[in-house]
């Protein structure tokens, strides 16, 4: 009987602790894994306008650049913003 006694509290345990997981929080750490993501693609971008400008030299490619990197700048930004809220 106690172990069935003792099974029976670590499973209301865990069932406490699925309760102090909230819709919120779930929120919070699926928004944190789309802004990493993001903050991924648009370093992808700036590779890609680098690579770009390396094989096809324009006028404004020093615009599209600057548009890349800030671009890039805002993305971690924001990032950063979250997750100094979240902590």
């Known amino acids: 009987m106690g172990k069935n006694r003792t099974k029976s509290m670590t499973a209301t345990e865990n069932l406490n602790l699925i309760n102090e997981l909230t819709l919120w929080v779930v929120f919070e750490i699926a928004t944190l894994v789309f802004l990493l993501i993001y903050a991924l693609f648009s370093l992808l971008v700036v590779r ?7 094989a096809l030299i324009t006028g404004i490619a020093s615009y599209i650049k600057l548009i890349g990197w800030v671009h890039l700048a805002f993305a971690l930004m924001v990032l950063f913003i979250l997750v100094s809220t979240i902590l």
Not at 48 to 54: A, D, E, P, S, V
């Open 48 to 54: 890609q306008i680098y690579l770009m400008n390396k």
